[in-house]
């Protein structure tokens, strides 16, 4: 089982680094031959379930060795394009708006592709009752084009998020024959007559920062 993580949870590793046993490294991901990241193997404490975390070594980014895994459990913070969906409140994509390169290289040529498990992560979400809402999504690799016009057009689409990764990772997934499961948590607000951050220094707890996603997604992973 894979996951994606941010900077947030490299404490998680960090503190199993001191403890040799519970860390297995997984994979190295290299670009012009310079090591970037490195990707470990870290077990939970008391149980036989295992985290996969990434420590940055260089922020670009290149190729990465194998990982052998079928399903990716995969989450993070996203735009909100509704303002009456709450600041952290998980967003579940139900299709995704491929505006960015990388999925017509793996997927032929279409406005949205469907992320395939929604309803998987849903029912996890509905079976531990937690708060959720299911929507399209808009996936950009292009943040300064998130302009009023593009934002409108999504919207009326019905798209209630975007980030930057969820259509091109269901489009390599698909083409490799591997399951993706995704969520998201809702974050910045650009349904606003101007951007609203939503998010006070400091504060994680209720955000899209709060850790305890991380707890969810482990308790995704243990489902399937």
Known sequence: MGFTIEELFHEILNSALEEEDKVTLLSRLYKKGQLQNEVFLVKREGEDTFEVCKRQINPE??????????????????????????????MIPTESYRDEGT?????????????????????FMESNKLPYILGKNWTTDSFYRETENNIAKRKADGCISVEMECSAMQAVCDFRGLELYYFLTSGDLLDSPEWDERHVEGEYAGTQHDTRHFDIAIELANSL
């Not at 194998?66 to 409140?89: M, P, Q, Y």
């Not at 999925?103 to 029912?123: E, F, G, L, P």
């Open 61 to 90: 980014n290149g190729r990465t060795e194998v990982i052998d895994t079928n399903k990716f459990v995969v989450f993070g913070g996203s735009g909100c394009l509704d303002r009456e969906i709450a600041h952290g409140k998980i």
């Open 103 to 123: 999925s017509y290289h793996y997927a032929q040529a279409s406005d949205y592709i469907k992320i395939r498990n929604a309803n998987k992560v849903a029912d």
